[in-house]
């Protein structure tokens, strides 16, 4: 959104707004230009939305501030938008215990296999309490993945650290 300055504004109207943000009413483009020059100040249009535009007086220089701002802060807001397939896909990390009930473990794996159809990554994770159930974890990872075969293949290896175990599936 582009902010106006002194002639760029084309209305033949504007509602204008003084130095300290009082309003002083509706103006023809003129007679707000030739009050701006007469105070050496710069008349600013900040949206183009309304009709009459509302116009405000500021200190000569800071209309060209306050464009540079708005272009910046519509920068900033655009690169957070993600942009299609380059952008960095969100990851579902679904959390287990080495020592996972039956039911839990199915109604795990129901969302597992859920996000996977949907096409969205999914990050396994198997906690363990200790180095002694680390091998518990991995092979609740080997089960998972051999029940969400069809619906996915893991982008890594099962990586085992001291306190669990943990693989990324892709759907595919």
């Known amino acids: 959104m582009a902010v106006l300055i002194n002639e760029q504004i084309k ?11 009082e309003n002083l009413g509706i103006f023809s483009r003129e007679e707000a230009l030739s009050m701006a020059r007469s105070q050496g100040l710069d008349l600013v249009c900040t949206s183009l939305m309304s009709s009459p535009p509302p116009c405000s007086l500021v200190a000569k220089g800071k209309g060209k501030a306050l464009s540079q701002q708005k272009k910046a802060a519509a920068g900033k807001a655009d ?8 952008a960095k896909e969100k990851v579902k990390e679904l959390r287990f215990t080495a020592h996972i009930e039956e039911h839990d473990y199915d109604t795990k794996l129901r969302q597992a296999d859920k996000h996977l159809r949907s096409g969205k990554p999914v990050q396994l994770v198997v906690r363990a309490s200790g180095a002694k159930e680390a091998a518990v974890a991995k092979m609740v990872l080997e089960r998972l993945l051999a029940d969400l075969k069809e619906t ?9 650290s001291g306190k669990g175990s943990q693989v990324k599936v892709n759907p595919r």
Not at 79 to 86: C, F, L, T, V, Y
């Open 11 to 21: 209305a033949s109207e504007v509602v204008l707004t003084g130095l300290h943000g």
């Open 79 to 86: 690169s957070g938008k993600p942009a299609g397939k380059n």
């Open 152 to 160: 996915g293949v893991k982008e890594t290896g099962i990586q085992t």
